[in-house]
Nanobody
Framework: QVQLAESGGDSVQSGGSLKLSCVVS????????LGWFRQTPGKAREGVAH????????HYGDFVKGRFTISRDNAKNTVYMQMNSLKPEDTAMYYC???????????????????WGQGTQVTVSS
């Protein structure tokens, strides 16, 4: 049974930092691409960051602009996202996802990921 468990969401002030974690079980972690997505009520889920399997190639949404860093620890089956300089518009439910993408241009498309966590809430106040 595949499970993805996010943690690290919290309420912070604008300009603050958070580090999200996602522990993955039930699949060959090193063979999967991992992504972080976010969603607010009434809006589509959007790709925040992605890290390719077998390498450290990463992708980020344009709105990240150097503020977030995705990383993975294959020994711990965990993907992280360090978020700095948080803004109120970063407020959302954040989800991690695992997929076997073969084309990196699909990194931000939710339908290319087969397994999802339950999400962790990030709230940034001004």
């Amino acid at each position: 049974q595949v499970q993805l468990a996010e943690s690290g969401g919290d309420s912070v002030q604008s300009g603050g930092s958070l580090k999200l974690s996602c522990v993955v079980s039930g699949l060959p972690f090193g063979d999967y691409c991992l992504g972080w997505f976010r969603q607010t009520p009434g809006k589509a889920r959007e790709g925040v960051a992605h890290i390719f399997f077998g390498s450290d190639r990463t992708h980020y949404g344009d709105f990240v602009k150097g503020r977030f860093t995705i990383s993975r620890d294959n020994a711990k089956n965990t993907v992280y996202m360090q978020m700095n300089s948080l803004k109120p518009e970063d407020t959302a439910m954040y989800y991690c996802a695992a997929g076997t993408l073969t084309h990196e241009e699909h990194w931000g498309v939710p339908s290319f990921y087969g397994d999802w966590g339950q999400g962790t809430q990030v709230t940034v106040s001004s």
